[in-house]
């Protein structure tokens, strides 16, 4: 029985077919994309449509093709890999989960509290020649938030899912009093619910416009509650507070939004300007710190600060799965390093691994999964 994987390229889309006698039983895409990380931009390759033909599971033909793509996307040059996937499969290929998924929740009746707040600012439908604008806006909001896409200069045309692959969408325009765009929000397209995906605006008092609208909505609909799908950090989630609402976070054991380490060297050197930064302003500023991190993937020494003479030296060892839950912030250094078996931490590694990552919640926005 012959074997064949071979990839067809279609721009920054690759599919990977697995072929048995010629007949492809087993396929996947690779995506060509990037995402924000410390505010530096990190190549990674998306993971999305694994199929297996239903009269050929069970034979591990998922497994190759999976195993093949990793080496593939690893050639390429990908720093990261990124899947959302079924539970206790993916961790098989060195993927562990790094974005949880968030829910804040309002009142209808909290939420039309925000009409006395709503000012000069107005709202209209979103369409099509505001997406260049949404795609400026998010980018500069999302620029330190960890799994975040980079939208601009890629392939991002629009907004066409919401809180599901196959449901729609339909959004808003912030106006201020002279109606330049200031903002704008997206929800998904329904007659029974109200669930926001994405809220930003460059002026923050026109968050009572966008929830007044949301309010209005949720009345016509006769819901009770308006769902807001963002981090509870977020600028929207942080406003909500006034008003009374409630934050859900989800942690998947073995599932859900996953990523791992392809190419380690590639990723220290695209981010060590940011750690540069991050160690400057944080309680290693001044000193001079020589980290030695060490995983499956090989060894990568990370030089931080300037100092020649007053530096001291770290060590941690650990799987790079765990090192991107880590750098992700997902999970956090004291917790990783003092529980975790195959982990090894010598020096202050714990302390400078905290100062480097961490401090903002990782997500990947709905309209950007795949």
């Keep these: 029985m012959g074997t064949e994987i071979r990839t067809t390229d279609d721009g920054l889309r690759h599919r990977r077919d697995l072929a048995v006698n010629g007949h492809v039983v087993s ?35 998922s497994r190759l093709v999976m195993e093949d793509s990793v080496q593939y996307m690893t050639d390429r040059g990908f720093e990261v890999s990124i899947l959302f996937g079924i539970r206790d499969f993916y961790n098989k290929f060195g993927y562990l989960p790094c974005l949880p998924d968030y829910c804040m929740t309002i009142e209808t009746r909290n939420a039309e509290r925000a009409a006395r707040d709503v000012g000069g600012f107005t709202t209209r439908p979103f369409d099509e020649a505001d997406v260049p604008f949404s795609v400026e806006l998010y980018d500069e909001d999302n620029r330190y938030r960890p799994g975040a896409r980079v939208r601009g200069g890629s392939d991002f045309n629009g907004f066409h899912r919401g809180t599901r692959y196959d449901t729609p969408v339909d959004g808003l325009v912030l106006q201020g009093a002279d109606n330049r765009r200031v903002g704008y929000a997206i929800w998904d397209r329904s007659t029974t619910d109200v669930k926001v995906v994405e809220v930003n605006a460059y002026d923050r008092r026109a968050f009572p416009a966008a929830l007044y609208a949301f309010a209005r909505m949720a009345i016509d609909q006769r819901c009770g509650q308006i769902e807001l799908h963002m981090p509870p950090d977020h600028s929207f989630a942080r406003f909500l507070t006034r008003y009374g609402c409630q934050a859900h976070t989800t942690f998947n054991r073995m599932g859900g939004g996953m990523m791992r380490i392809l190419n380690q060297d590639r990723l220290f ?3 060590q300007p940011a750690l540069q930064a991050r160690a400057a302003s944080s309680a290693l500023a001044g000193r001079g710190v020589d980290l030695r991190i060490e995983t499956d993937l090989g060894t990568t020494e990370v030089a931080l600060g300037e100092s020649a003479t007053d530096r001291s030296v770290c060590r941690v060892a650990l799987p790079q799965d765990r090192l991107i839950q880590l750098m992700t912030g997902y999970r956090w250094a004291d917790d990783v390093l003092a529980t975790e078996d195959g982990v090894e931490a010598e020096g202050e590694a714990s302390a400078v691994l905290s100062a480097l990552f961490g401090g903002i919640l990782p997500f990947t926005w709905k309209a950007d999964r795949f």
């Design 27 to 61: 396929h996947l895409t690779v995506l060509d994309r990037s995402t924000w990380m410390l505010g530096a931009t990190v190549s990674f390759g998306g993971i999305a449509g694994v199929h297996t033909e239903p009269q050929h599971r069970m034979k591990g033909y």
């Design 269 to 271: 050197a695209r981010l």
